[in-house]
């Protein structure tokens, strides 16, 4: 079993920046794409970034120019640095990675983008 441990939500203030930071227990080798996703209630979860093992990006295009996803091999973990935080930008954040035809998700981390 794959534990993911996310950290680094919080309030911030429109136009400030975070940086979320997803740890996995197992190494970055193995793991075919990997991803953050983000859900507001009552809403369906969206991909906000994903990077494959290739290093090809995505980014949804409400965010790009302002969120950057990178990974450390290193250290198992995976990054989303979100700069230009507007209200819109508030909703729980969970990492994903896939690893052969499982997927495994972390328990979230809240954003709450306050004008």
């Known amino acids: 079993q794959v534990q993911l441990v996310e950290s680094g939500g919080g309030l911030v203030q429109v136009g400030g920046s975070l940086r979320l930071s997803c740890e996995a227990s197992t190494s970055f080798l193995r793991i075919n794409t990997m991803g953050w996703y983000r859900q507001v209630p009552g809403k369906q979860r969206e991909l906000v970034a994903g990077i494959s093992s290739g290093d090809k990006i995505y980014y949804r295009d409400s965010v790009k120019g302002r969120f950057t996803i990178s990974r450390d091999n290193t250290k198992n973990t995976l990054y989303l640095q979100m700069n230009s935080l507007r209200p819109e930008d508030t909703a729980v954040y969970y990492c994903?990675?896939?690893?052969?035809?499982?997927?495994?998700r972390g328990q979230g981390t809240q954003v709450t983008v306050s004008s």
């Open positions: 994903s990675l896939q690893i052969g035809v499982i997927n495994y």
